[in-house]
Every structure is written in C-alpha cells, then in structure tokens.
C-alpha cells in the first residue's frame, strides 16, 4: 500500500516557476516508477512526466518537454516536478501516481492533487 501526498501547488504568473513535491508514505518507494498527471477544468486527467524507479528513466508530455522536469530522492520518499516557464494553460489540479510498471490513467495509487494556477 502506498499513500501519496502532493505540496507545493500556488498562484503563479505567466514565465514563473513552481515546484511540487509528492511524498509517499508505505515501503519499497524505489520499486515503484513515479508520474506526474493533470486536468484542467473540463477537461481529462493527462500524462505530464514519469520517472523510473532508478531516476535514470523520464519521459515527458510534448506540452512540458524543456520547461519541466521530473526528479525523486528515494531517500525522502519523494518525487519532485520542478516547471519553469509556466503558461495559463498549464493551469490544473496535479497529481502525482504511483506503479509497478507503467504509469497511467489506470495506475493504483494517487495523491489527492494540488492545484496550479498560471495568470497572464
């Protein structure tokens, strides 16, 4: 069982930069590879960023790739998603998701989201 909780989320102006953190409670945390989703108003939960259990492994949405970056310390439990150069459309409540394998909209484990707020 794994419990995740995401921090970090806040109001930002357009070029700014944010970082959420996502703790995860349970043991094991290298095992699990980390991601990154998010849903804007009215529309669906999305892949933004995964990372391996290693660290050596990440991949990213085209929409984010050079602005975003995903990272962990498997000695805090922790994943990071450090966004630069923020936009109004990355505005959305993030989560954070937990797997054995694969990442997806189907994965078991998921934080309870925090919410990003880009102004123009």
């Known amino acids: 069982q794994v419990q995740l909780v995401e921090s970090g989320g806040g109001l930002v102006q357009a070029g700014g930069s944010l970082r959420l953190s996502c703790r995860a409670s349970?043991?094991?945390?290298?095992?699990?590879?980390m991601g990154w989703f998010r849903q804007a108003p009215g529309k669906e939960r999305e892949f933004v960023a995964a990372?391996?259990?290693?660290?050596?492994?990440?991949n990213y949405a085209d929409s984010v790739k050079g602005r975003f970056t995903i990272s962990r310390d498997n000695a805090k439990n922790t994943v990071y998603l450090q966004m630069n150069s923020l936009k109004p459309e990355d505005t959305a409540v993030y989560y954070c998701?937990?797997?054995?394998?694969?990442?997806?909209?189907?994965?078991?484990?998921w934080g309870q989201g925090t919410q990003v707020t880009v102004s123009s």
């Open positions: 349970g043991r094991s945390f290298s095992s699990y590879v």
């Open positions: 990372i391996s259990g290693s660290g050596g492994i990440s």
């Open positions: 998701a937990a797997d054995k394998s694969l990442v997806t909209l189907r994965s078991n484990y």
